[in-house]
């Protein structure tokens, strides 16, 4: 799907300083719904690790993640020490493109919230076939939540 299917002139800010827009609020969380997959950002002290990872988006502020909770893993160690996470969500369909970034703390979902987070990841969540290699055994699954304090938008696509 293209950008220029959600994106419309009135969806957009015009920055002159620059040749992109801002996209308002409501067209980066229309972006989120349809995408399903990003590069997911933690940080311990000035250290950054970052992964590809499916999402499930509430459609408010909320973006959903289901974990591989292996307790060895540099990804849980990093998890822990993160703070605050930043989502990249991005799509590029030469010469256009459109990134949304979402901010805020991550955390494990409550058990009260777990029929959000199936939900949210069943309607917009992309999934690889296959998440773990042949000679490795499965590790634990678990949802994790980045609530967000923070969605922007930019994209070189004016209404076309």
Known sequence: MSTDEFVEDDDCVSDDRWSDVRMRSDAA???LERKGWGCLTLADGGCAYSIPMSFGYDGDETVYFHL?????????SYLDATERATLLVPEVEPPDWTSVVVRGPIEAVPDDEIDDAY?????????????????????DLEFYKLVADELTGRTSVVGQ
């Open 68 to 76: 591989q909770t292996d307790e060895r893993s540099e990804k849980m």
């Open 119 to 139: 939900v949210a990841c069943a309607e917009n969540a992309w999934f690889p076939a296959c998440p773990w290699p042949d000679d490795r055994d499965p590790t």
């Open 29 to 31: 969380s229309a972006f």
